[in-house]
């Protein structure tokens, strides 16, 4: 069983839904990552946290929204998004920011918008 | 900034064939970690190593073994006696800097067949 639980596992959401993503970690880890990996490119970094706090945006469209309200949960919130937003999300958390932590990943939330 | 190449996109070989995945990455740190992750169909990126850029003695775990050459950044993994169960998507990933984070190529997909 991964240390790093997502759900919905799957979800199917029409381009003017609201829905969230979350992502669960009791592994006592204090960082957590949102990646967004769509075929045939390579895994995109979206969002940092690092003890609640949100450390990294890489170029997000406000149409994504992270929340962390405690170290072991994280969630990313949608509303408005576009077909090419379909995409498997992952979600990640290492014991802290330091160069020789590995992350640990979930299963993912595989997202198709319609 | 940090880059990884890994060149081939796509393998596919009989069971009990030996595979060797390449990966190659630019960094222009002197200290640095570089993992290996397997994406099996279910989705989840599983952690299989982590190498410091100190440490050039090849690692050997079961079937795998990886081969680090600083000289020529590569960081090459070899399946030996492939199993149907090493089907996945291969990342190999560099980590550098102190607020470092875990930075992903396209991976290389490993197909198995009996």
């Known amino acids: 069983e991964t240390g790093v639980t997502q759900t919905p596992r799957h979800l199917v959401m029409g381009m003017t839904n609201k829905k969230s993503l979350k992502c669960e970690q009791h592994l006592g880890h204090n960082a957590m990552y949102w990646y967004k990996q769509s075929a045939k490119k390579p895994l995109e970094l979206m969002f940092v946290y690092n003890f609640k706090e949100q450390t990294e945006n890489n170029s997000v469209p406000s149409r994504f929204s992270p929340e962390c309200p405690n170290s072991s949960h994280l969630f990313l919130h949608l509303h408005t998004l576009q077909p090419e937003d379909s995409a498997l999300y992952l979600c990640a958390s290492s014991q802290d920011r330091r160069r020789w932590d590995g992350y640990t990943f979930g299963s993912g939330t595989r997202l198709t918008v319609v | ?114």
Do not use: H, M
């Open chain 2, 1 to 114: 900034a940090q880059k990884v190449t890994q060149a081939q996109t796509e393998i596919s070989v009989v069971e009990k064939e030996d595979v060797t995945l390449d990966c190659v990455y630019e960094t222009r740190d002197t200290t640095y970690y570089l993992f290996w992750y397997k994406q099996p169909p279910s989705g989840e990126l599983v952690f299989l190593i982590r190498r410091n850029s100190f440490d050039e003695q090849n690692e050997i775990s079961g079937r795998y073994s990886w081969n680090f050459q600083k000289s020529t950044s590569s960081f090459n993994f070899t399946i030996t006696a492939s199993q149907v169960v090493d089907s996945a998507v291969y990342f190999c990933a560099p980590k550098t800097g102190t607020a470092s984070k875990l930075t992903f190529g396209t991976g290389t997909r490993l197909q198995v067949t009996l």
